[in-house]
């Protein structure tokens, strides 16, 4: 079953607008990641928040993360056409120190940035 | 992600008949990983594996089967292939050795048709 779940399923803006996409999950993490998949290609991790981290910072990419909530949002400032991609969400639910370590994927956003 | 390949890259099959999908890694992680995607469905774990010896089962390992012949090596095999194993396969690999800030690389991704 899925951990997290992504919201909008899609998503469409105008180049230069921002775009945010949110996530909500079950159970308590460890960390949350976000990855970017390019049209039918392999998925590229874009940030990882920690779960006593409020908000983080990558470039164009702000993180926010609300344990009490269970919710992270991804904001891209300044949208591009080359944002144009699907962008999940990750959890790690271990509890065990990292021996056991695996994530669990929401079912993605569908950016779409127009020129 | 260059380091991490998968072969091949598209495969049409027909009903019943054994097929292995293979991934290799240059980046010395540990820890390697089979997911499938479906439209809609997002990414979800077939198995993983934590070291040459470790084979764990994911959400969906029925109908699967994997080989870690080597550190550098997981192989997923679909011992009797079936049409709604059509989907979209990727390999990711990880580094238990970066801690809390463990992230996942990903192949490009196998397509696989099951006639």
């Known amino acids: 079953s899925q951990q997290g779940e992504e919201d909008p399923q899609a998503l469409s803006i105008q180049e230069g607008e921002n775009a945010t996409m949110n996530c909500s999950y079950k159970t308590s993490i460890n960390n949350l990641q976000w990855y970017r998949q390019n049209s039918g290609r392999g998925l590229v991790h874009l940030i990882l928040?920690?779960?006593?981290?409020r908000e983080k910072h990558s470039g164009r990419l702000r993180v926010t993360l609300d344990t009490s909530k269970k919710s992270s949002s991804l904001l891209i400032t300044a949208s591009r056409a080359a944002d144009t991609a699907s962008y999940f969400c990750?959890?790690?639910?271990?509890?065990?120190?990292?021996?056991?370590?695996?994530?669990?994927f929401g079912k993605g956003t569908l950016l779409t940035v127009n020129p | 992600d260059a380091d991490v390949t998968q072969t091949p890259r598209n495969r049409i099959t027909k009903t019943g008949k054994r097929i292995m999908l293979e991934c290799s890694q240059t980046k010395g992680h540990d820890r390697m990983y089979w997911y499938r995607q479906d439209p809609g469905l997002g990414l979800r774990l077939i198995y993983y594996?934590?070291?040459?010896?470790?084979?764990n089962k994911g959400e969906i390992s029925d109908g699967y089967s994997v080989s870690r012949q080597a550190q550098a090596k997981f192989s997923l095999s679909l011992e009797s292939a079936i049409p709604n194993q059509t989907a979209l396969y990727f390999c990711a690999t990880s580094d238990r050795r970066t801690g809390p800030q463990e992230t996942q690389y990903f192949g490009p991704g196998t397509r696989l048709l099951v006639l």
């Open positions: 928040i920690r779960s006593n981290e």
């Open positions: 990750a959890t790690d639910t271990d509890n065990s120190g990292g021996s056991n370590y695996k994530l669990t």
């Open positions: 594996s934590f070291d040459v010896k470790d084979i």
